[in-house]
């Protein structure tokens, strides 16, 4: 009996110790839910397998004579460049020297690409005086949550609606040349059926006229008699006498 009190005693103790040594789990009330945008960076990852942590630098305004070259050279001395694009203006005149609206830059690091944003924005280019951008200030902005994809889908875009605009602008100058040329041909029909018309009523004039100038055809003093001759209905049978007289009479009187 007191081994069967001593079994019970221990399984007791035993008992209470594992529930002494485990303790609960209590969960964390405010847990952090992750955004769409942090998920996609986390898993966003570029050729080589790694995180994509690359920023995006947007130039709203590329100062006087400068070109990829020369940007890229100024901001590698802040940290590595990837990727430059520059959107060329149009060009008035052959001649122009070719000028850039706007731009964008990529660095390797996200940090370092804020970092120059806040220190270059609304500062002095500088270097050399003799540079011709030397006075321009910088006006540089940081893309968040932009990638260089977007930009390509927004070049891709933006050329689309340019040829679709071009194929618009010659659709609409070809109706214009069909119609103009349309009006030419209806204007020449006109003039001809008008010249033509014009043509026939001289003509016809030109006839009266000349009707009028004919002279009229002569006529004998004899037949203008015998025209106003009036005609008997019955013929006039006059009478021929035969006188016959003394040839002795006549012949002294002639003699």
């Known amino acids: 009996m007191e081994e069967l009190k001593k079994k019970e005693t221990n399984s007791l103790e035993e008992a209470s110790n594992e529930s002494e040594e485990q303790p609960e ?8 839910i992750k955004t769409t945008n942090e998920s996609e960076d986390e898993n966003e990852v ?27 050279e100024y901001f590698s001395n802040f940290g590595q460049v990837e990727r430059i694009y520059l959107e060329p203006m149009e060009q008035k005149r052959k001649n122009q020297p070719r000028a850039f609206a706007e ?5 390797k690091q996200r940090k370092i690409a804020k970092k120059v944003s806040k220190m270059l924005n ?11 951008w030397f006075h321009e200030l910088w006006n540089i902005k940081y893309l ?21 605009r071009l194929r618009q602008e010659v659709a609409l100058a070809k109706k214009e040349a069909n119609f103009y040329i349309q ?20 003509e ?34 006059e009478r021929k006498v035969k006188v016959v007289g003394n040839d002795s009479f006549l012949k002294q009187i002639f003699s």
């Open 25 to 32: 789990k209590i969960e964390p009330k405010n847990k952090k």
């Open 46 to 72: 570029n050729s080589k397998g790694k995180k994509n942590t690359a920023g995006v630098l947007y130039l709203s305004r590329i100062p006087n004579r400068m070109n990829v070259k020369i940007i890229r």
């Open 103 to 107: 731009g964008w830059i990529e660095f």
């Open 122 to 132: 609304n500062m002095q280019v500088g270097g050399k005086r003799r540079n011709p």
């Open 144 to 164: 968040k949550n932009f990638k260089w994809t977007h930009l390509n889908e927004k070049l891709a875009y933006e050329q689309e609606s340019r040829k679709q």
């Open 183 to 202: 009006n030419v041909e209806k204007n020449e029909k006109r003039k001809r059926f008008e010249r033509k018309q014009n043509k026939d009523e001289t």
């Open 204 to 237: 016809s004039k030109n006839d009266q006229i000349s009707s009028k100038d004919e002279p009229l055809p002569k006529t004998s003093q004899n037949d203008d008699d015998e025209a106003f001759k009036p005609k008997n209905k019955h013929p006039v049978f």
